[in-house]
């Protein structure tokens, strides 16, 4: 091995994928039972049905997503340490809402506000298979229907993406990722049953 070689390794960052366990489906069911104000004119979405949820005495802010934020600082980075502030500041919780998405209903490319964000999907009527059999999708190179995708780019600036085939197995599970990576959500078609979604900022209690 030739020593006069040196090695860089640029820090990449990443997201958390997380299965909820049914404590907590339970509560966040209860909350969208529970889901209060209209919040649709506040997100990029084309989706109707937007509300805000209350995390009840901050509980899933304290047992889920508190140790969320530990967890990337231990894998990639505190992204709040890019901040500089005289005085430290706690993460805290700023708002969370529930998407009632019908089908043809989309959400266009966007980022979040705050540090962290997440989403969480509590019901998954269609399975990405079966809906990238539709006439208009069997023979794309590039399937998305009923999809959700990340996208960033690499090193070199290629654009880059990832995408999750949304069925069944996704309900119950949480992304936890930087607010600021790129993500969207595609349409589903030919299902009358809504998808159902939890999505979240995280940023400084001051």
Request: with cysteine; glycine share 8%.
């Amino acid at each position: 091995m030739d020593s006069n070689i040196n090695v860089f390794r640029p820090p990449v960052l990443g997201w958390l994928e997380k299965k909820l366990s049914d404590q907590e489906v339970l509560y966040l069911w209860d909350c969208i039972s529970k889901s209060g104000e209209e919040h649709s004119s506040n997100l990029a979405g084309n989706i109707q049905g937007s509300y805000l949820l209350n995390d009840k005495d901050d509980w899933f802010f304290q047992n889920t997503l508190s140790p969320l934020c530990e967890r990337y600082s231990e894998e990639f980075d505190n992204l709040g340490n890019r901040y500089q502030f005289d005085n430290w500041y706690p993460y805290s919780l700023q708002k969370m809402w529930v998407n009632f998405q019908n089908q043809g209903e989309f959400n266009p490319v966007h980022d979040h506000g705050g540090i962290y964000s997440f989403v969480i999907w509590m019901q998954i009527p269609t399975e990405f298979k079966e809906q990238n059999e539709l006439h208009f999708a069997k023979k794309s190179n590039s399937p998305r229907v009923s999809a959700f995708e990340f996208s960033y780019m690499d090193i070199l600036g290629v654009p880059c993406g990832q995408v999750y085939q949304l069925g069944k197995k996704f309900e119950g599970v949480m992304l936890f990722f930087p607010a600021k990576l790129q993500h969207q959500v595609y349409p589903f078609f030919n299902c009358n049953e809504q998808r159902i979604s939890i999505s979240g900022n995280i940023g400084f209690g001051f």
